[in-house]
């Protein structure tokens, strides 16, 4: 594993993770993986990149997913998103229709999400790699207490944090999160999935984009602007 690319702000709180032993097993893990033959998404200077474009004082809105999409030329290091030019994926296409019933967003299209990371939501999957063709394949080889470090970071902060929580996976990672439901300062959203297994059981109607945003302006902070501009050389 190369130098981590990911901001300063993250990397400094976080340096005692890369020097774990985990963190050392995990390196051993992936580049035996590589060396044996086997293709692993995304490519390595994307596994931080939610953590390189998202710093951690900017971060209002955090959305949790589990590993990476593992087809060829998906992830690049931010959950839910695809590279430009992939097709948009079930689960994104079922959060666009949310969104468009919850703020009366036209869906886009594309699946590209990077302008959602540059505003603040901390698109951060549990596990940051997957073997090509083999979904869940690197869970339990030690990205879990790296992004629960990652979370308690971002839990650790002073200004209120908005969770989207979506199905029972991100919920329980996330359980230890001081919400306002606690009597915490942080947001949490629970919903199903938006997977087309699940959506219809509740995540359609969970209008989260506009709770969000209301609160974050509740608390005298920039709302997010979730509609996705159009990409270079796609119609607007």
């Not at 709180?13 to 060396?35: I, T, V």
């Not at 699946?111 to 901390?122: D, M, P, T, Y």
């Not at 339990?140 to 199905?167: C, Y």
């Not at 109607?205 to 509609?227: H, V, Y």
Request: proline fraction near 9%.
């Amino acid at each position: 594993m190369a130098e981590p690319k990911l901001h300063p702000s993250w990397l400094e709180p976080l340096r005692a993770e890369f020097a774990s032993p985990y963190m050392a097993a995990l390196r051993a893990y992936l580049k035996a993986e590589k060396a044996a033959g086997k293709r692993i998404f995304p490519a390595s200077h994307n596994w931080f990149r939610a953590l390189d474009l998202t710093p951690l004082e900017d971060v209002r809105v955090v959305i949790l997913g589990q590993d990476p999409y593992h087809g060829e030329g998906q992830a690049h290091g931010l959950c839910f998103s695809v590279q430009p030019g992939v097709r948009t994926p079930p689960s994104l296409v079922n959060i666009f229709k949310e969104m468009e019933s919850d703020l009366g967003i036209p869906r886009a299209a594309h699946g590209f999400l990077e302008h959602w990371a540059k505003q603040g939501v901390l698109l951060l999957n549990a596990v940051l790699t997957v073997e090509q063709g083999m979904a869940a394949s690197h869970q339990k080889r030690g990205w879990e207490p790296f992004t629960d470090a990652v979370i308690r970071l971002v839990n650790a902060r002073p200004e209120p944090v908005v969770f989207l929580l979506w199905g029972s996976h991100a919920q329980k990672k996330a359980a230890f999160v001081d919400s306002t439901d606690r009597g915490g300062r942080h947001l949490v959203l629970r919903a199903p999935h938006p997977s087309p297994l699940s959506a219809h059981s509740g995540f359609f109607g969970s209008r989260p984009f506009s709770q969000a945003n209301s609160f974050l302006k509740a608390q005298g902070l920039r709302p997010i602007d979730w509609a996705l501009p159009a990409l270079h050389g796609e119609p607007a």
